[in-house]
């Protein structure tokens, strides 16, 4: 009530018969914008106190003072990440509490006898407040952003780990890796850029783990099993999210042009997409309804639709090397001016990897040869380098193959005997 008196009190319209200087106006203003700001922030803390003492009330099992280790996962696409690590926990016998946000968590079935899956709440005040009042030793999480966005470092956890969930470098928002204790990396060109943004940011540098990629060793086993399909007419569109990525900037421009050339088309938009672009793939949807040379994928593994296709068509998005070390296919990247304002990205110079890549294992194309696109992939899937690039890219960014999840553990007990 003070905050919304003292707002209209200060909007009220009033002749002035002085006038402010810009110096002491300006001191006036910024006091009066962190005053408030202070109150808002402090109802906010006071309000998230109560839910975390509310919840802790009946949901103890969660709370509870139990040394050990915790797991974070934000939804069932992080599966092949930690199912390596739950099945090393398991078969070593290690006590564990597995959290997600995902009702549909595959973790939810998976049969354990170690280990505590539990669903938290969806993402939102309950499930913030449960990581926020955590009690553990170690929790491990693929969500970036920690003591930046919703998720806060509680004072009930002696150590944050973030494990890696792509072979590219971690190109996160701003201050994305910022306050984790330790990163669980994939190799060298992961380490390098991590360093080079503690440096820009002047934090202290984090314990740096190479353990090789969890996910990619899952999802390597599943595809030795997929049957074998002819991938002849198959071109599967896999862009990232946001308004660089390939959808929102051409709409359904480039998928027109391939199902008017006849070509079977894949899209498998980005998970996030679903959440925040929903209006605009529905749109595309609508817009393509009458193709029947059209199909969405909107499965947990992209390995499926990876195999049923010749090439990738992406821009920036991560399955580039999933795809190119995975399948050892083309991909046709679109040209773009990346624009880096809010990622960690925009505060050191120099190429990274991922970029400097794309015409190694395909070829990157602009606004300008999209209306071409149809004679480009004659053209790539008829040169066999880019397979021996692909080979090549993927001795260099997937280290220790198939090893991921022991490694993981033993870093996790590690970490833990330290502590």
């Known amino acids: 009530m ?16 002085a006038y402010i200087d810009p110096g002491s106006g300006g001191v006036l203003f910024t006091t009066l914008v962190a005053f408030i700001s202070s109150i808002v922030f402090t109802f906010r803390a006071f309000f998230y106190n109560v839910l975390g003492f509310v919840y802790k009330l009946f949901s103890k099992e969660i709370y509870m003072d139990k040394s050990g280790i915790v797991i974070h996962s934000e939804g069932r696409q992080y599966w092949s990440v930690f ?23 595959p973790a939810l079935s998976y049969p354990v006898k170690y280990g505590s899956v539990i669903f938290i ?15 553990a030793d170690i929790v491990l999480t693929t969500t970036p952003g920690l003591d930046v966005y919703q998720v806060k470092r509680s004072k009930g956890v002696k150590h ?17 890796l910022d306050y984790f204790d330790s990163v669980l990396i994939n190799g060298q060109h992961q380490e390098e850029y991590i360093r080079k943004i503690e440096q820009a940011h002047k934090v202290p540098q984090k314990q740096l783990f190479t353990v090789g990629s969890t996910y990619v060793d899952e999802l390597s086993k599943k ?50 997409s679903y959440i925040v672009e929903k209006d605009m793939l529905d749109s595309i949807k609508n817009n393509l309804k009458n193709y029947n040379n059209l199909s969405w994928d909107e499965e947990t593994d992209n390995i499926i639709s990876m195999s049923k296709s010749c090439l990738m068509i992406s821009d920036f998005s991560g399955v580039i090397m999933d795809y190119a070390v995975l399948f050892k296919k083309p991909i046709i990247t679109l040209k773009f001016d990346f624009d880096n304002t809010q990622y960690d990205l925009q505060d050191i110079t120099g190429d990274i990897l991922t970029f400097s890549i794309l015409n190694q294992v395909g070829v990157q194309v602009d606004e300008h040869s999209i209306n071409n696109l149809p004679n480009i992939i004659t053209t790539i899937k008829a040169d066999s380098s880019y397979q021996i690039n692909c080979e090549k890219l993927a001795k260099q960014v997937w280290s220790l193959p198939n090893q991921a999840g022991k490694r993981t553990v033993d870093t996790l007990i590690k970490i833990h005997e330290a502590l």
């Open 2 to 17: 003070f905050v919304v008196l003292l707002l209209i009190y200060t909007l009220l319209p009033a002749y002035a018969y």
């Open 83 to 105: 199912k390596p690590i739950v099945d090393e926990f398991e078969q070593r016998k290690i006590v564990y509490r597995y959290l997600t946000t995902d009702d549909s968590d």
């Open 121 to 135: 709440g969806k993402p939102g005040n309950k499930s913030y407040s449960v990581l926020n009042f955590l009690k």
């Open 160 to 176: 944050y780990s973030h494990i890696m969930h792509t072979l590219r470098e971690p190109v996160y928002r701003v201050f994305g």
């Open 223 to 272: 595809v030795t099993k997929l049957p074998k399909v002819d991938t002849t007419n198959t071109i599967l569109v896999a862009p990232s999210w946001g308004k660089e990525a390939l959808l929102s900037r051409y709409g359904d421009k480039i998928l027109k042009i391939l199902l008017d050339a006849k070509y079977k088309v894949i899209v498998r938009p980005h998970p996030q």
